[in-house]
Every structure is written in structure tokens, then in C-alpha cells.
């Protein structure tokens, strides 16, 4: 199978097909994904099949934000203005009938190279993802992403990441 991200059209794409185990990433992508492109607020990437471009097998929303230094450990704030600019990885949600096969993994490496290329016209230091349990922190803390102590939140530097993907 081959897959490729593009943006989400509501009148093209299936957007009620995916079932990622997630009741409340499916319901989010369902009722609001729409409405938050519309507002202009997030940009959600579904990703589909080369052989079913409309079927979405999963997505991941993207939203501007900002970190707080002193929010932040000394190690990871340091040299950055009081308030750093960032990109939120809102939702990242994989179809179950391709989680446990290393896809998750490549679904965030397209986010996370979309972010990169974004980010040499926006400036952004950090990518921030808040986990929702365990097993999702789990997930971005293999992918290099470090929690933020006494919180739900994990960053990682975008240099970083640049610096782990192939040159464009």
C-alpha cells in the first residue's frame, strides 16, 4: 500500500470511514475538523490510499501556538524568548487496521516533515504534542519528543527534527 497526506476536502474525502480506536479523534474529525479549516484555526492532513483517494486512513491536524519559558525546564527553554513560537500536532490518528504495523511512526514522520518545511517560511522552535495517556506518551518519547515535567505535554526542538530527516 501505497499512502500520501493531503488536505482535507469535506466534499472529497470520507472523513466518517477512518476508526482509529480513538472515539473522540474519529468524533473531532467528523463534527469539527470542518469547521476548524473554515475558521482557519487548524489544517488537518488526511492520509489515503493511492488506490482510494477518497477512503481516509487516518490524519493529523496542525495548528499554530506558543510555549511559555518558564513553563519550561531550564533545559529546554533555555535561549528562547519569554514566549516561544511553536506548531501543535493537535490529533494524529492512524485507521486500527494499520496501528502495530510502524505506520503510526511514518504518519508522524509526514507531519513532522510538513512542520519542517512550514517552519523555514514561519518560524517555530518547537513541535508540541499533548498525549492523552500512557501509551501515547510512549509513542512521541520513541520518536524523540521529551515530556514536560507535571504536565500532559511533550516537545521536541525543530531543529532537531530537521536535522533527523533526509535533505529536501
Same mark, same amino acid.
Given at each position: 500500500?501505497?499512502?500520501?497526506?493531503?488536505?482535507?476536502?469535506?466534499?472529497?474525502?470520507?472523513?466518517?470511514?477512518?476508526?482509529?480506536?480513538? =472515539?473522540?479523534?474519529? +468524533? *473531532?474529525?467528523?463534527?469539527?475538523?470542518?469547521?476548524?479549516?473554515?475558521?482557519?484555526?487548524?489544517?488537518?492532513?488526511? *492520509?489515503?490510499? =493511492?488506490?482510494?483517494?477518497?477512503?481516509?486512513?487516518?490524519?493529523?491536524?496542525? +495548528?499554530?501556538?506558543?510555549? %511559555?519559558?518558564?513553563?519550561?525546564?531550564?533545559?529546554?527553554?533555555?535561549?528562547?524568548?519569554?514566549?516561544?513560537?511553536?506548531?501543535?500536532?493537535?490529533?494524529?490518528?492512524?485507521?486500527? #487496521?494499520?496501528?502495530?504495523?510502524?505506520?503510526?511512526?511514518?504518519?508522524?514522520?509526514?507531519?513532522?516533515?510538513?512542520?519542517?518545511?512550514? +517552519?523555514?517560511? %514561519?518560524?517555530?522552535?518547537?513541535?508540541?504534542?499533548?498525549?492523552?495517556?500512557?501509551?501515547?506518551?510512549?509513542?512521541?518519547?520513541?520518536?524523540?519528543?521529551?515530556?514536560?515535567?507535571?504536565?500532559?505535554?511533550?516537545?521536541?526542538? %525543530? =531543529?532537531?527534527?530537521? #536535522?533527523?530527516?533526509? =535533505?529536501?
Amino acid at each position: 500500500m501505497v499512502f500520501r497526506s493531503e488536505h482535507l476536502e469535506i466534499d472529497r474525502h470520507d472523513v466518517g470511514a477512518l476508526d482509529s480506536g480513538a =472515539s473522540e479523534l474519529d +468524533t *473531532w474529525f467528523r463534527e469539527q475538523a470542518a469547521g476548524a479549516e473554515a475558521r482557519r484555526v487548524a489544517r488537518t492532513f488526511v *492520509w489515503v490510499e =493511492s488506490q482510494r483517494p477518497d477512503q481516509v486512513r487516518g490524519y493529523y491536524t496542525l +495548528t499554530g501556538h506558543r510555549l %511559555v519559558r518558564s513553563a519550561l525546564p531550564a533545559s529546554v527553554g533555555h535561549g528562547s524568548p519569554a514566549e516561544i513560537p511553536a506548531v501543535l500536532l493537535a490529533r494524529l490518528a492512524l485507521d486500527v #487496521s494499520l496501528q502495530g504495523t510502524g505506520m503510526g511512526g511514518v504518519l508522524l514522520a509526514d507531519a513532522l516533515m510538513r512542520i519542517v518545511t512550514a +517552519t523555514r517560511t %514561519v518560524a517555530a522552535r518547537f513541535v508540541v504534542v499533548d498525549d492523552r495517556d500512557e501509551v501515547v506518551a510512549a509513542f512521541y518519547e520513541h520518536y524523540g519528543f521529551r515530556r514536560i515535567p507535571d504536565s500532559m505535554r511533550l516537545v521536541q526542538k %525543530v =531543529s532537531d527534527i530537521a #536535522s533527523a530527516m533526509p =535533505s529536501p
